[in-house]
């Protein structure tokens, strides 16, 4: 992996699993242009690596991710004459984009707060595991902004309309536990297990038939837009694709012959 102790994000590979460090601490690594210029190469690189079968994003120090670094907007410098969907647009949509279309599993280790993009970043992964002093805050409402990153389309889906708004207009801290607990997240978990819970999780994913991983989320994400017969219509384009692959042949011929299968297809 080319990454320096100084990169933004470091990049690290155990077995089949890439980790990408978010590394601006001092921040609670918020995102700058300079991040993001590393952050979507790096998971483009890994969507591109055939041994990589299972990513994990998580944040260097206390925090997760504290969304996009306010110093960094040009708001300051400009007094407020900045366009932002052009912030969202260069940067936020091609970021949850890239996480939501990864050919495999992408698990979020929320080490400490996530807020604002930093939280949508977080809970556009298939997984979000978070330690139990994490947090997670829609901080959007408190400088005068909608959440984005995805937010406004992944939190009524998580959590429902209620809740949705009422943490997207609060902005309130909702500790992870309360985060398990309403299902925005998997699971919150205490903090010296988070990166051992982190590491079992995503060695298991990664040793699953990885397209039909990304397949099911495609599937289940496209299946909020369509009647009940379009789903099923969508489930059986799905499975024909898959039922010619290699995984759908090994994972059947392994069950009979009672062994561990070997999956390859991406
Ligand atoms: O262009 C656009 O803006 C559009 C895109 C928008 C996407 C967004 O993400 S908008 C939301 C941006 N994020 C926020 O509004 C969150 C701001 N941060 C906070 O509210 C708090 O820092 C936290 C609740 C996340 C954590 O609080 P705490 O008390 O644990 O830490 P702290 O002391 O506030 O922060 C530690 C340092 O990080 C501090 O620097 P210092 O004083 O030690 O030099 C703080 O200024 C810095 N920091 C934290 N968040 C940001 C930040 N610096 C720049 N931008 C940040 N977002």
Not at 80 to 98: K, Q, S, W
Not at 130 to 149: E, H, M, N, T, Y
Request: charged share 20%.
């Amino acid at each position: 992996m080319d990454s320096t102790p100084d990169s933004l994000v470091l990049v690290q590979q155990t077995g089949a699993v890439r980790t990408l460090t978010l590394n601006r601490p001092a921040t609670l690594n918020a995102f700058t242009a300079a991040m993001h210029a590393q952050l979507l190469p790096a998971l483009d690189a890994a969507a591109a690596d055939a041994s990589v079968r299972a990513v994990v994003v998580t944040g260097a120090g206390r925090g997760f991710c504290a969304g996009q670094d306010l110093s960094d907007t040009g708001m300051v410098a400009t007094g407020g004459d900045i366009d932002v969907g052009a912030v969202i647009e260069r940067h936020y949509r091609p970021l949850a984009t890239r996480v939501r279309t990864m050919p495999v599993p992408v698990i979020a280790a929320v080490n400490g707060v996530a807020a604002g993009a930093g939280a949508n970043f977080a809970l556009c992964c298939d997984f979000v595991v978070a330690a139990r002093s994490a947090s997670f805050i829609q901080a959007f409402a408190k400088i005068g902004l909608v959440p984005d990153c995805g937010g406004t389309w992944l939190l009524p889906r998580l959590v429902g309309r209620a809740r949705a708004l009422g943490l997207a207009m609060t902005g309130d801290k909702l500790p992870a536990e309360e985060a398990e607990r309403i299902g925005l997240i998997w699971k919150a978990v205490d903090d010296a297990a988070l990166h051992e819970t982190v590491a079992a999780l995503a060695q298991r994913l990664a040793a699953m038939p990885s397209r039909a991983l990304a397949e099911t989320r495609r599937a289940l994400d496209s299946a909020m837009a369509m009647d009940f017969g379009d789903a099923i219509t969508l489930e059986a384009d799905t499975q024909r694709a898959l039922g010619r692959g290699h995984d759908f042949a090994e994972g059947v011929a392994a069950f009979f012959a009672k062994r561990a299968p070997q999956f390859k297809d991406r």
